[in-house]
Nanobody, 115 residues
């Protein structure tokens, strides 16, 4: 079992920055992938960014060059640095990890981009 807690969501103006954090606890030694997804109002959940075992990050096209995913050496915390935020980035952001082939989700953190 893995438990995830996200934080860092906030209201920010267009062009601003936020850093999301996701802290994992439990069976963290078996985590092979850590990533972020988001869900905007009235839309489905979509992929944002991913770090796999090889540490090669993957990004959705709509965040390339603006968002950066990283994690600590212990693989217990994954971050999402979000720059040049746009109103269309408004969503609940979810952390997801894979441990022993099982996906685990956090509760989400709200990001609102508005002037």
């Amino acid at each position: 079992q893995v438990q995830l807690v996200e934080s860092g969501g906030d209201l920010v103006e267009p062009g601003g920055s936020l850093r999301l954090s996701c802290i994992a606890s439990g069976s963290t030694n078996s985590i092979t992938r850590m990533g972020w997804y988001r869900q905007a109002p009235g839309k489905g959940r979509e992929f944002v960014a991913l770090l796999s075992a090889g540490d090669n990050p993957g990004y959705a096209d709509f965040v390339k060059g603006r968002f950066t995913i990283s994690r600590d050496n212990a693989k217990t915390t994954v971050y999402l640095q979000m720059n040049s935020l746009k109103p269309e980035d408004t969503a609940v952001y979810y952390c997801r990890v894979i441990s022993r082939g099982i996906p685990y989700w956090g509760q989400g953190t709200q990001v609102t981009v508005s002037s």
